[in-house]
């Protein structure tokens, strides 16, 4: 990818975190990384847990494209936790903040997280596969597509 379409994912996914569309608010999580079932042991997501306090990431919902974005505030995050799970793209030997988010395995949402966030009941996991990411103001911003 050039820089300048990086350059557009990032002002768009920024874009759409501060003009809502018909969405969620943000909510803020205690995340942990890593596989659901296996000990957070390995690449993905292995909780979220709401809290006000202590957090380390805000999730929104957005029932148009069902979509749930996740900020990851990266100065929250151990250095080893970001490189094991954010592999980096570097295109041209140049890194520049973008990559992908590897799911090893699909991530089964709560009953509280889909009340909380209103995701409908037919919407119910983030399968596994890789997912882009935009780090941004020191946040690792992804989009998953909830199926």
Same mark, same amino acid.
């Given at each position: 990818?050039?820089?300048?379409? @990086?350059?557009?994912?990032?002002?768009?996914?920024?874009?759409?975190?501060?003009?809502?569309?018909?969405?969620?608010?943000?909510?803020?999580?205690?995340?942990?990384?890593?596989?659901?079932? &296996?000990?957070?042991?390995?690449?993905?997501?292995?909780?979220?847990?709401?809290?006000?306090?202590?957090?380390? &990431?805000?999730?929104?919902?957005?029932?148009?494209?069902?979509?749930?974005?996740?900020?990851?505030?990266?100065?929250?995050?151990?250095?080893? !936790?970001?490189?094991?799970?954010?592999? @980096?793209?570097?295109?041209?030997? @140049?890194?520049?903040?973008?990559?992908?988010?590897?799911? !090893?395995?699909?991530?089964?949402?709560?009953?509280?997280? @889909? !009340?909380?966030?209103?995701?409908?009941?037919?919407?119910?996991?983030?399968?596994?596969?890789?997912?882009?990411?935009? !780090?941004?103001?020191?946040?690792?911003?992804?989009?998953?597509?909830?199926?």
């Amino acid at each position: 990818m050039t820089t300048i379409i @990086k350059w557009l994912i990032a002002t768009v996914l920024v874009f759409l975190g501060f003009f809502k569309r018909g969405g969620t608010d943000w909510v803020t999580y205690q995340a942990a990384l890593g596989r659901q079932g &296996a000990d957070c042991a390995g690449r993905g997501v292995c909780s979220f847990v709401e809290t006000a306090d202590g957090f380390n &990431a805000r999730l929104s919902f957005s029932p148009t494209d069902s979509n749930l974005t996740v900020q990851l505030l990266n100065s929250r995050f151990s250095l080893a !936790e970001l490189d094991r799970q954010i592999a @980096k793209d570097t295109t041209g030997g @140049k890194a520049d903040g973008s990559g992908f988010f590897v799911m !090893e395995s699909d991530y089964v949402l709560p009953g509280a997280m @889909k !009340e909380r966030l209103q995701i409908p009941p037919t919407l119910y996991r983030i399968p596994h596969g890789r997912y882009g990411t935009v !780090e941004q103001n020191g946040q690792s911003i992804i989009q998953f597509k909830i199926k």
